[in-house]
């Protein structure tokens, strides 16, 4: 078949969820409770239309079902999460048998529906107790998540050959002690640094961990939501601006992931505002000594800044946001149900970017999507014709190819997510799955876009 855009074999094509968001279940097989469990006791108003995680998708009873239509949409591989608190309840201790069955049970169904299980430990859940004793402001925690991912290695690693320590460690940093959408809710930022710092010593402890357990073929890797910074023009204000926002939103994870040290420019702006978070003796070793193999890119949007148009106030709390202020291009195409801009070039930029930078480590698009409010004006003969989602990824599929045909190291694209689950604090609102779900009946049903993506999948193209 001639294709236009044909991707270079063995190309990785499926998709991404997490546990809270797809398993449900939330209070049974044993699980105990994380920070979404309790935050929607507490708060059930934050919720869009007040709907918690106590059901989700229920993958948790139909993953069986689930797997096999991702083996119908040529999915070969798929890249969910563990729930830290389905595993370990306590977030230390002991372990929970109904757990380890199940997932099990999810791997080797994978396995044997031809899809790659590529795991991931932590995707913004931390378990209840552990949060109760600090969360990630306590190096407890993060000696906690050392032994969780080590019991997840000794259990799976000999099926499971890809691993992720963390997704978008950034986001429980700005929701949870920035900006205000996780909880704890604390706005703190030198909290914030802490927490960023502390995750990313945990990430390194699981990645030392994994290179000791010597897993045959094995790679380790760290899923990272890169937002390229774009300046409103090239006025060394606006240029400054946007170099400021990578280095806190970017580099701040990346460069300690990938190159083993923090950026020495996010170091002196941090110490000379007195933010710098608190360090033990053998942390910079231990980064330096334990970097990724694999980076997972999530892409949904890009960052545009500019300079400050008035000087922040000097005894308000200190916030990355002193430095730049959020610029909005004229003409930007918008995703209007998420509020969040579409540009297709940025993951080529992104990609560029980590082979000019980062040593042109071994990537993929471990996430990229599209949420839409009301799918169901666009049912046809009993089908969502999301026409809009198949152009959306088939524009980034573009700057991808274009990437790798310039000798980028991009081996897959997942899209965030296969069937539509509950997104964190907006629930059930804008839908992202190839398959819908029914959230009363549970039902799951093929939008379009599934069986365009299996066409691509097949054909390793479009
Ligand atoms: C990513 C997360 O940030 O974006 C997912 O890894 C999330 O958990 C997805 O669901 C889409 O964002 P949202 O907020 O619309 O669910």
Redesign the pocket.
């Known amino acids: 078949m001639s294709l236009q855009y044909r991707f270079p074999e063995g190309f990785w094509w499926g998709s991404?969820a997490?546990a809270t968001?797809t398993e449900g279940a939330a209070s049974d097989g044993g699980k105990g409770k994380n920070i979404w469990d309790y935050w929607y006791q507490q708060q059930p108003n934050r919720f869009f239309e007040e709907v918690g995680p106590e059901t989700t998708s229920d993958f948790y009873h139909k993953y069986k079902e689930d797997i096999q239509l991702m083996n119908q949409i040529g999915h070969n591989s798929f890249r969910p999460s563990i729930s830290w608190s389905r595993l370990i309840p306590s977030g230390t201790g002991e372990v929970n048998q109904e757990a380890v069955d199940f997932y099990n049970n999810v791997i080797d169904e994978l396995i044997a529906n031809d899809v790659e299980p590529f795991i991931n430990l932590f995707?913004?859940d931390m378990p209840l107790e552990l949060q109760e004793k600090g969360g990630w402001e306590s190096r407890e925690v993060v000696e906690a998540y050392t032994v969780y991912a080590k019991t997840c290695f000794e259990l799976f690693g000999d099926r499971v050959k890809k691993w992720f320590t963390f997704?978008?460690p950034i986001?429980p940093v700005e929701g949870g002690y920035l900006y205000d959408f996780h909880y704890p809710n604390v706005v703190d930022a030198k909290k914030a640094f802490q927490v960023a710092y502390n995750t990313m010593i945990a990430h390194a402890k699981a990645v030392k961990e994994f290179k000791s357990l010597d897993v045959k073929d094995g790679k380790i890797g760290i899923?990272l939501?890169l937002t390229p910074s774009y300046p409103r023009s090239q006025n060394p204000a606006d240029l400054k601006a946007s170099h400021i926002a990578d280095l806190f939103f970017n580099r701040s994870f990346l460069d300690p992931a990938v190159l083993g040290e923090y950026p020495q420019e996010l170091i002196d702006l941090l110490q000379e505002h007195g933010q710098l978070p608190s360090t033990v003796t053998g942390d910079a070793e231990l980064l330096k000594n334990n970097t990724v193999d694999l980076l997972g890119v999530?892409y949904?949007q890009p960052r545009r800044v500019k300079a400050k148009e008035s000087l922040p106030n000097p005894y308000s709390p200190f916030m990355p946001d002193w430095f730049f202020d959020n610029y909005e291009m004229p003409g930007r195409k918008m995703n209007i149900y998420?509020g969040w801009e579409i540009y297709e070039k940025g993951i080529y930029d992104i990609m560029i970017n980590l082979k000019e930078n980062y040593g042109n480590i071994e990537s993929f698009i471990s996430?990229n999507?599209m949420?839409v409010q009301d799918e169901a004006r666009f049912i046809k003969d009993g089908r969502i014709e999301d026409d809009y989602r198949i152009e959306f990824i088939q524009g980034h599929l573009k700057w991808l190819y274009k990437a790798i045909e310039e000798g980028c190291n991009a081996r897959g694209y997942h899209l965030?997510?296969f069937m539509d689950?509950w997104?964190?604090?907006?629930a059930y609102?804008?839908r992202?799955g190839f398959f819908s779900v029914d959230i009363e009946t549970k039902e799951r049903t093929a939008k379009k876009s599934a069986s365009w993506f299996a066409d691509v999948s097949n054909n390793n193209g479009f």
Do not use: D, L
């Open positions: 991404a997490s968001q995707h913004f997704n978008e986001v899923i939501n999530n949904y998420r996430e999507g949420g965030w997510t689950n997104s964190w604090s907006n609102k804008n992202y």
